[in-house]
């Protein structure tokens, strides 16, 4: 898995624009992901990709009495512990691919805007399996299908999205055509995974997840209040969710 | 609901378009259902839309004891008496939305290209919940969401699909835009309903369906060959397709 985390201009980016209070992690992922949590109280809890803790702290203040953060990102990790340090919270420096190496369970096993980065879904489900108590809960969102689906073709004269009179066309020519997208996010080449409905839900249901909840995100009035431009993100998918129980 | 397939010019060139071997039902949904299909030996099973009684036919074929084949037309009726006639298959003419009138339950409830023209999903996922017996199976495909979110504008200058370069964009403006759908298909004002992926899912999870596979459609190199323009549907969904089983 790539570290894009660690590429210093990307990091310098994304930094500045997490720390502006208008962006789409705070107004659209953020309460969306939050009205799938439920009560931590006395419970453990994994968060995958947990970047600068935000969910760690969330779970602890919630009363979990262990929660692990696992990230591939050093930089992430350190600003973590910065701004999210607690005595019930251990952050692991570790990529997705390597959750097998954890050796207990847990409750809940939380993952925010961070599967798109994975190779091989399948796998990464199947691990998160072993990691979760029976019962257990995954909560996770990615980028929605949709918005993955666009590969940059050779001609540059294709766009990822057409406006028309206020009206935005998606290319989903590559919908079915699953895999490696590079994409230009702060810097050239950041590497994600597109997958459709299919290969996410058949993930879930072979390794015996029930799925409780399914959201295709959103932007309520007030995100919209605050950035007229996510009216567009109010009619059209742009980020996926999923609660899915361990049965 | 709307009973189009007994408007009389409609159900001429609906009978004129499934006469041709080749089209999308043919070639593309009719091989996914089938592979979806479990063994049907002295089950009892459930078409909901049953139109031409293919699928009751199918299941006959296929070891049923029993099948019961609903649709809202008459004139799909007498042609499913007329070309799909068996002693184990009772036809009943009644719309999706009187489910709750049969008295029996049924191991198996199928619904091929029908529950788009039903408005309220939830009502019906609930209805063929009571018709199932624990463990029994529902198996549907309708059309894509992606397919369906197309909002008409009043301004005809917007089109649901753009071609560049051979790449495909669809209007997704009006994806969480839930409800009616005013189309042309042989006829103006054909009635359906769309769903984002969040209801469909969702209301199968409120009814206790364990999802076991999710297909978003694609044509296979044998479709392509007979039909070249399904290079389309080779690499973008068309159809959707559930198999849910209650717990």
Same sequence: chains 1, 2.
Avoid at 154 to 179: F, H, P, T, V
Wanted: hydrophobic residues 35%.
């Amino acid at each position: 898995m790539q570290n894009i985390y660690d590429n210093k201009k990307f990091f310098n980016e994304y930094i500045e624009m997490r720390d502006k209070e208008i962006n789409a992690n705070n107004l659209i992922e953020k309460p969306i992901f939050k009205s799938l949590i439920p009560y931590f109280k006395d419970k453990k809890v994994l968060d995958i990709g947990c970047g600068f803790g935000d969910l760690c702290r969330l779970a602890v203040e919630d009363g979990a009495r262990k929660v692990v953060g696992v990230d591939i990102s050093k930089n992430m990790l350190e600003k973590a512990k910065e701004i999210n340090s607690d005595s019930k919270i251990t952050y692991l420096n570790k990529p997705m691919e390597k959750l097998n190496e954890i050796n207990e369970k847990f409750d809940f096993v939380l993952s925010s805007l961070a599967f798109h980065y994975v190779e091989d879904f399948s796998k990464l489900i199947k691990d998160i399996k072993n990691l979760l108590v029976p019962g257990g809960y995954l909560i996770f969102s990615q980028e929605h299908p949709v918005e993955t689906a666009f590969m940059p073709p050779q001609n540059k004269n294709i766009d990822k999205k057409i406006d028309i009179e206020g009206k935005r066309y998606y290319l989903l020519s590559d919908y079915n055509n699953i895999g490696k997208r590079s994409v230009r996010w702060n810097v050239d080449g950041v590497i994600k995974y597109h997958r459709n409905f299919s290969v996410i839900i058949n993930s879930l249901a072979e390794n015996g997840f029930f799925i409780e909840k399914l959201i295709d995100s959103y932007a309520d009035e007030e995100a919209i209040k605050l950035e007229p431009k996510y009216k567009y993100q109010n009619d059209r998918p742009y980020f996926l969710f999923i609660k899915a129980k361990l049965l």
